[in-house]
């Protein structure tokens, strides 16, 4: 199952994985520390509306479904502590975590009491979010969204009272792959509710997420189906699943290592970069000033575009260093005074190259930065610097900096002219539209500054 709704709202982005992608596992870091903190008065009233709703409908289905078979309450208590113990193996899936609790509740639906299973459910996760705050100080608050959790329990109950004999037979697949179903839908509706009322994500953006997660469940159910004809009879054997859980608790401590060092490695590159920036603004205070407005234009226009999460962020990288090549032209000619001779030119354009050469020196996802550095004074038009790419040939990240760039610099005072106005700018960038430019970018880029989107001041 998903775990329980604690974790930030899913970014922006629907696109395709890149070469690099450090974003899944930057949003992991983003979820832990969202789940560390207390709860804010909207996610309590959600929390508030749902659990209490789900207290009702448990106490609705004790009431309404047979009794059916029974159960003492060792077995009860065996199975709610191996709920609680499997729920504790949590594997990090982007803004979610799954769980293999499948493996427990499958055999539980026909072990127990049907109408006794969501209350399991939800005591098993309380205890596992009290070991969470035992363990590392983790808001206690937290454990009221163990109810709002344990809403995808009542799918398979439903169903499986209304359609099942209440005998396990294989020739009932189809009531318990509409069980599964149900789960689902349960699920989706349960969190789906909770991140619109706590923080106003609209279940349409939040479903991908789940979905997720629910492979997982998708996966374990035949499993834990066949765990659950194995023990038929014999309800404690439900025990033997510890130690295949153990071993997905192996697997999930090595993910989360790996998350670990993947977040450390993708600090680093980010400190990395802000160093280099610094150095730039340190040599020219002009283009440290005017890199950071082209980040914010940028990332804007990449985020309208719907780039990927990792595109959004290769941007921002992009449009931080697309000017780190110049610490290796002279001051001199950076800092000149009107116009550049054509001497001069030549050797100011080499500083894409020299961008692109110190990135690699650096490797891993800034070296993937640098060759895209290196395309950022290509034109549209095949006419740019330095390798003549035209059209889709460049790549995409480049012609939303170099537009964002122009854009800046146009709006930028120099020693050698005044800015123009916001609206000259968009002018030329509409003039030049097809030609210097690409024309979506140019698009884009004018709707972004038009509507205020962007609070930027001009330099």
Known sequence: MAAAPDQPTPGLGVGAKLAFDTAADEVVGEQRAWRSRSLVPRERLAA???????LAGTALLVRVLPAGRHASLGVALVFLVTYAVVARVEFEV????????????????????????????????????????????????????????????????????????????????????????????????????????????????????IFRTQLVDLSLAPIGLVFAFGIAGRPYLILLA?????????????????????????????????????????????????????????????????????????TEFVALLHDVGKIRIPSEIINKDGPLTPDERALMETHTIEGEKLLEQVGGLLGRVGHIVRSCHERWDGKGYPDGLAGEEINRVARIVMCCDAFSAMTTDRSYRKALSVESALGELRTNAGTQFDPQVVQVLTSVVERGALERPVV
């Not at 508030?48 to 789900?54: D, P, R, Y």
């Not at 705050?133 to 808001?139: C, E, P």
């Not at 295949?244 to 290592?257: H, I, P, S, T």
């Open 242 to 314: 510890l130690p295949l859980v153990g071993l997905l608790q192996v697997f999930a401590r090595e993910r989360m290592a790996r998350i670990d060092n993947a977040l450390e490695l993708s600090a680093a590159y980010r400190g990395t970069a802000f160093l280099l920036g610094d150095v730039v603004e340190a040599d020219d205070a002009y283009t440290g000033l005017h890199s950071r407005d082209v980040v914010e234009l940028s990332v804007a226009v990449a985020a309208e575009l719907r780039l990927s999460e990792s595109g959004v962020r290769e």
């Open 48 to 54: 508030l509306l749902l659990g209490g709703g789900f």
């Open 94 to 209: 982007f803004s979610g975590a799954a769980t293999p609790t499948e493996l427990v509740l499958v055999p539980m639906l026909f072990a127990l009491p049907l109408g006794s299973v969501p209350l399991v459910v939800a005591i098993g996760l309380i205890l596992s979010s009290l070991a969470d705050w035992a363990k590392d100080g983790r808001s206690l608050a937290r454990a009221a969204l163990s109810l709002v959790a344990s809403w995808h329990a009542v799918g398979p109950v439903i169903v499986l009272g209304l359609l099942a004999t209440g005998d396990l037979e294989w020739g009932h697949w189809w009531i318990y792959a509409l069980a599964l179903l149900a789960q689902f839908a349960f699920e989706l509706a349960s969190i789906g509710t909770y991140e619109l009322v706590a923080r106003g994500t609209s279940p349409r953006a939040l479903a991908p997420h």
